[in-house]
């Protein structure tokens, strides 16, 4: 088993679906993937907030033993976003975004993490990304995801740091978006020819695609009765694909495919409850007999 | 193996599709279905068509071993319908539909065939599926297919019918139309309430759910490069799904999800093509490679 380390945003969120309206409850990418990846290896988290961010939600990310002492805390307001899942449970309509300190986020990697072995480098500026690429070289498993923003605004920074990683997440729109194909199968192709080993295209409900050289493999979303906030879904997504990864220390078709199940299954949990609230009730055991499940079921 | 009976529509289908433009070819629930199914088992067809519908359509028909015993020719012209990809690959924009003889459609069942074992009713008026349900009483596994039309219109003769059917295949739209559920998990279970064992829910590029009382399976589609024309891939669909089972003569949980895969890779051939060309250029070896490929990929 080996460390994860992550790179991303710990935030407020502020959401309303059709289950109802919370505010300012914890958010970000790196707080869904490292809870996530908790239940399979240690985790590191890098991030920024700022001086208002409640000491609760701190011991809560803490709980769940993720390593926190990359969390810088600086003078300011931690970032902010409120978005509805009103007019599309699967799709977030923005409705404000207030990046406070995260606008001003240069990470402060603890010099052990350096070695890390597995780096997940969430949606944050691509030059950012590139920038913490730089100190951490060497033989290494980095995944990254990204979103329309930077496909738009830093295609060429994004590309660089794609070309280095070893496998990248991005959701249906984005994966098209990036690579100016509207065909599936074309688009997972043109990721792998920016670089990465593999791909992985998120199709929310509709489950995710594993792109390799050698294979195509695709896993359903677990069907859920109770979806009551979306959020978080991708990150927890990667948490629990690379989370499985490290704990293995193997890629192979075979870790790789697991992996786009363990994903799915960790997703699936984060959709049933407001912010990360669903794991606080879960143990490994729910987990794995989520899994079971799926797999059991689905196979011929 | 078990002959399989299917009654729906043979027509001629002017597409166009990002890929071109293609004028009165051959269509119809009834031949996409009968077609894709004689890869499995002798099929029987029922429809009707006028006097100028070509030979040389017939006897593209009839090269797959289908029956055109019922293939009624009335006086008129031939059911037609016109459709567009342009704007949607996954979702046909219909420019024109010409019921001509369709309209007065009264199937008229061969007496050997009221023994049918296996049986099709294609998406045509819920009456006319419960008029032939009335002549093939018996312990039968019939199949039946519907639209948002007669969702709208005939709800309650839909509902009857749907209640004596073994299993219902509708898209994702028309499960939630009828269901009135936004969640799928919540749709099929609610299918099921209606009557029958069995139901699938065809999600076009992102697979099909085969619900049941005791499980849930979900087959992805299929990823391809080349979608020319989606026209009748529900119907191929259903075709090698009812088709395999014909071929077993056994309803189990192991035949079900298999014929769900079948039916995945039947449809995949569909879309490759305009009209049902794609499956005059493969036999069976092509199709059981297909199954087994995506079998072996999708293992664990």
């Given at each position: 088993m080996k460390e994860i380390l992550v790179i991303g945003s710990v935030a407020l969120d502020t959401i309303t679906s059709p289950s109802g309206y919370s505010k300012e409850i914890l958010g970000g990418s790196a707080t869904y993937f490292s809870i996530s990846a908790s239940f399979f290896a240690p985790v590191n988290l890098v991030a920024t907030v700022g001086m208002d961010f409640p000491e609760k939600h701190k011991k809560t990310i803490k709980s769940f033993g993720v390593n926190l002492e990359g969390l810088e805390v600086k003078e300011g307001r931690t970032f902010r976003w409120e978005g509805s899942y009103?007019?599309?449970?699967?799709c977030a309509e923005t409705i404000e975004t207030q990046l406070n300190v995260f606008a001003e986020f240069k990470p402060l990697l603890p010099k052990r993490y350096e070695k890390s072995k597995y780096v997940f480098l969430a949606n944050i500026d691509p030059d950012l990304q590139i920038f913490i690429l730089k100190k951490i070289a060497g033989k290494r498993f980095i995944g990254c995801d990204s979103m329309n923003h930077w496909i738009k605004n830093k295609n060429k920074p994004l590309k660089n740091m794609i070309k280095k990683t070893s496998i990248i997440f991005l959701n249906d729109l984005e994966a098209k978006m990036l690579s100016g194909e509207s065909n599936m199968l074309k688009a997972g192709r043109h990721l792998l020819s920016l670089g990465p080993k593999f791909a992985v295209v998120k199709r929310g409900e509709y489950g995710a695609i594993l792109f390799s050289k050698d294979f195509v493999f695709m896993a359903p979303a677990y069907l859920l009765e109770d979806v009551k906030d979306p959020t978080g879904a991708g990150d927890t997504f990667a948490g629990g694909f690379m989370g499985y990864l490290a704990k293995m220390d193997k890629i192979s078709e075979g870790t790789m495919k697991n992996a786009l199940i363990w994903g799915s299954v960790m997703a699936s949990f984060a959709v049933q409850d407001f912010s990360i609230n669903r794991f606080l009730k879960i143990t490994k055991k729910d987990v794995n007999k989520r899994y079971k499940t799926f797999v059991r079921v689905q196979r011929l």
């Open positions: 009103v007019k599309d449970l699967n």
